[in-house]
């Protein structure tokens, strides 16, 4: 986003705002690249495909569209401070949206798994952290009755400012494609996203925004061991890699499952192995940079391209959802390339050479 361009919520002022009201809160999120992905595509066989980065979101993390919004709302209606549970993103987005606000956060987080970025992110802008020993699902649990007792505006995404705000990136994708793709893919934990998303295509084509009216399948991707929606029943003690999307029992459950039937989608699992190999691959046919969840839709529609089930003429969108850098433990290094060896000429060179005759 340019300094001249305006905030994320006046833009699409029209679709989300009330009547005067005003969002003195923007760290200028939103605007995010829609990246014409032709290396990728050509390895997994779709010609038009696309990479919506939002990674490069304020905080590194998509959930900025919607806590601008649930902020901006929780200040103006006084709360005297904002609370939630989060594998990691939303706890870095309120964090600093609380912070440019002057409100306090408390964020409970699953202890020993939130991404080292994302924890880093928290800490920094001065939220209130709380460790509990389990999971996404038990610390959002806690957070409801935290809510109802009034103690704190919740701002998880059961926060209906939450998905409205996170709309906008459906808006942003029609804007700059001139219509909605064939379909879009995207990552599933609490399923907030894959709602939003879904509610944010109709919207602009019920707004006639959208020139001929299109909306896309919604093609979202749990990981294996984390696959509520797939198997039909919550998961007790979910586990994957992709730690942003270790979610056993998803609050937007029936929305997701809305967002597949209505738009002929699907929701499908992908191994742990298939999202670290897809992860590798934006990055070295891309040089962008996601963090493992975010390689889930990209994973499965690699997966359904190999097995035909994606036509390779079909315009296909894959959301990064959250930056590299959020999770640097989960890139493995170069067998011996983070070992030191004498800062000499022939020495480096021999290294160097090392490395051309293994490629
Ligand atoms: N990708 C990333 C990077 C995420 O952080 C999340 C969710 C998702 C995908 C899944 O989106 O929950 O709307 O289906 N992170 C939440 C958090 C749970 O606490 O940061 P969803």
Known sequence: MTAASPPLLERYRDLIAGEGESFPISLGEG?????????LGG????????????????TGSFKDRGMVLAVNRALGAGALAVVCASTGNTSASAAAYAAAAGLPCHVILPAGKVARGKLAQALAAGARLIMVDGNFDAALTAVRRLGEEGLAVVVNSI??????????AAFEIVDALGTAPDALALPV??????????????AYADAGR??????PRMLGFQAEGAAPIVRGEPIEA??????????????????AVEARDQSGGLIEAVSDEEILDAQRLIVRLEGVFCEPASAAGVAGVRRLA??????????????????????????????????????????????????VRRE
């Open 31 to 39: 605007g995010t690249p829609l990246i014409r992905a032709r290396r």
């Open 43 to 58: 390895e997994i066989g779709i010609e038009h495909l696309y990479l919506k980065f939002e990674g490069a979101n304020p």
């Open 189 to 202: 934990g609490n399923a907030g996203n894959i709602t939003a998303y879904w509610r944010g295509f109709r």
């Open 238 to 255: 979910p586990e994957t890699v992709a730690t942003a999307i270790r979610i056993g029992n998803p609050a937007s459950w029936q929305w």
């Open 210 to 215: 959208t020139p001929d009216g299109k909306l």
């Open 306 to 355: 190999a097995e035909r089930r994606i036509g390779p003429g079909e315009t296909v969108v894959c959301v990064l959802t959250g930056h590299g850098l959020k999770d640097p433990d989960a890139v493995q290094a170069e067998e011996g390339s983070l070992t030191p060896i004498p800062p000499d000429l022939g020495a480096i060179r021999d290294a160097m050479q090392l490395y």
């Open 159 to 168: 926060n209906p400012d939450r998905l409205t705000g996170q709309q906008t």
